[in-house]
């Protein structure tokens, strides 16, 4: 267990439709960033919030979007979902304060039908 | 454009021999360098970095190498075991820009034939 609890483990939805994907962060850590993996892909940045405030953005779609919240877990909502939305989502934290690596969750993998 | 590469998409080393797993980066602001390695079903796990103010970082088995002019890094894994067999992922920070997003290689997969 890495501490990076992402929720849930496995979502199948239609084409069109929204899904939130869900990240508690290690104890203690502050920073929360989201990556993609698609099929042959390595892992894509998407998006990095630090105690509640975006940090940075990546290649993150505008159907995407992600917050936040003040207990600093993280939601990733997904919205007018296509085929190629397809993946594997991982979230991953870190201290914030220094960059040792981040650890990471065991990622939500979204099939879109 | 891919700014970290890892263009053997795979390897297979018998076990107890060394094993190296190659990257290399175009973009000259990275200076932290890491790997990570992953098992099916779980999400990456960090396995050792690299600062780009040295030319090499150890840990145990693992050891990686940097060559900055070359803008490439190796994985050494000594000896191999079959517990060692996973998709490695090479990743690089350009950690100045104040966000520690890392930007990953599309992976290696390691086989440790025992």
């Known amino acids: 267990d890495s501490g990076v609890t992402q929720t849930p483990k496995h979502l199948i939805t239609a084409t069109g439709q929204r899904v939130t994907l869900r990240c508690s962060p290690r104890?203690?850590?502050?920073?929360v960033y989201w990556y993609q993996q698609s099929l042959d892909q390595g892992l894509q940045f998407l998006i990095q919030y630090y105690n509640g405030e975006e940090r940075a953005k990546g290649n993150i779609l505008e159907r995407f979007s992600a917050q936040q919240f003040p207990d600093l877990h993280s939601e990733l909502n997904l919205s007018s979902l296509e085929l190629g939305d397809s993946a594997l989502y991982f979230c991953?934290?870190?201290?914030?304060?220094?960059?040792?690596?981040?650890?990471f969750g065991s990622g939500t993998r979204l099939t879109v039908v | 454009d891919q700014q970290v590469k890892q263009n053997s998409p795979s390897l297979s080393v018998q076990e107890g021999r060394i094993s190296i797993l190659n990257c290399d980066y175009t973009?000259?602001?990275?200076?932290?360098f890491l790997w990570y390695k992953k098992y099916p079903a779980e999400g990456p796990t960090f396995l050792i970095s690299i600062s780009s103010i040295k030319d090499k970082n150890e840990d145990g088995r693992f050891t990686v190498f940097l060559n900055k002019s070359a803008k490439h890094l190796s994985l050494h894994i000594v000896p191999s075991q079959p517990g060692d067999s996973a998709v490695y992922f090479c990743a690089a920070s350009a950690a100045g820009a104040g966000s520690y997003q890392l930007t990953f290689g599309k992976g290696t997969k390691l086989s440790v034939i025992p």
């Open positions: 973009n000259s602001m990275f200076d932290y």
């Open positions: 104890s203690g850590d502050l920073s």
């Open positions: 991953a934290s870190s201290p914030g304060t220094a960059f040792y690596g981040y650890t």
